[in-house]
């Protein structure tokens, strides 16, 4: 069964380190979503590509936050620098296009990168 | 007021019962809807998706909708001890848009 592959699984971080995410989508996946979960909360979308080019990163702190998907296929999240309150689940989704049939876009999700920042 | 809200729970229920879950949304222009169950520590895996009013049925799971009240619920039949997680609410809030926003979750326990 196609997953999205997303490393590392864990990372540990002292505050104001970088740190970087990587994920590979599943293959003909054209969308690719990263989503910041917090503890106890829903996951919250940080970014959203569309092939190489950035859709929505409406809730990306960019000040610290980047992300790139430079050939369309596998992307980088980078936070620099890092901050007690980064720490959190990172996921990865992508998402084939939409059925027609159905009008539903499903998002299949990574196992995630869980980052804790001391 | 959150775009999905559902209760944080724990909802606990016999085994054997039928657990129901509940998320009301906010956009009255939301388009489809999403159920997802996460283990602790775990990802979130797509147990279904609905985008039309009424009744959707697989396996034990069956997820209604109602778009009026704006109100989405799953329902889990036969509820087993591996059920216990925490199920995520989506909703994809417009045709203009794939991202989808997702409530808190709601922590079920399903005892023997």
């Known amino acids: 069964e196609a997953e999205v592959a997303q490393s590392p699984r864990y990372k540990i971080t002292e505050k104001s380190q970088a740190v970087a995410f990587w994920c590979d989508p599943i293959s003909g996946h054209a969308t690719l979503y990263w989503y910041r979960q917090i503890l106890g909360q829903g996951p919250e979308l940080l970014v959203q590509f569309q092939d190489e080019s950035v859709v929505d990163d409406s809730q990306l702190p960019k000040d610290r936050f980047s992300a790139e998907r430079l050939k369309g296929v596998d992307s980088t999240l980078k936070i620099q620098p890092a901050e007690l309150g980064d720490s959190a689940m990172y996921l990865c989704?992508?998402?084939?296009?939409?059925?027609?049939?159905?009008?539903?876009?499903?998002?299949?999700f990574g196992a995630g990168s869980r980052l804790t920042v001391l | 007021q959150k775009e999905v809200e559902q209760n944080s729970g724990p909802l606990s229920v016999p085994e054997g019962a039928i657990a129901s879950l509940n998320c009301t949304y906010s956009?009255?222009?939301?388009?489809?809807f999403f159920w997802y169950r996460q283990y602790s520590g775990k990802s979130p895996e797509l147990i279904m998706f609905?985008?039309?009013?009424g009744d959707k049925e697989d396996g034990r799971f069956t997820a209604q909708l109602n778009k009026a009240s704006q109100y989405v619920s799953l329902l889990i039949r036969d509820s087993q001890p591996s059920d216990s997680a925490t199920y995520l609410c989506a909703v994809n809030p417009s045709t203009y848009t794939d991202k989808l926003i997702f409530g808190t979750g709601t922590r079920l326990q399903v005892f023997p």
């Open positions: 609905i985008y039309s009013n």
């Open positions: 956009d009255q222009g939301s388009q489809s």
């Open positions: 989704a992508s998402s084939e296009p939409a059925m027609i049939v159905s009008g539903a876009n499903v998002l299949t």
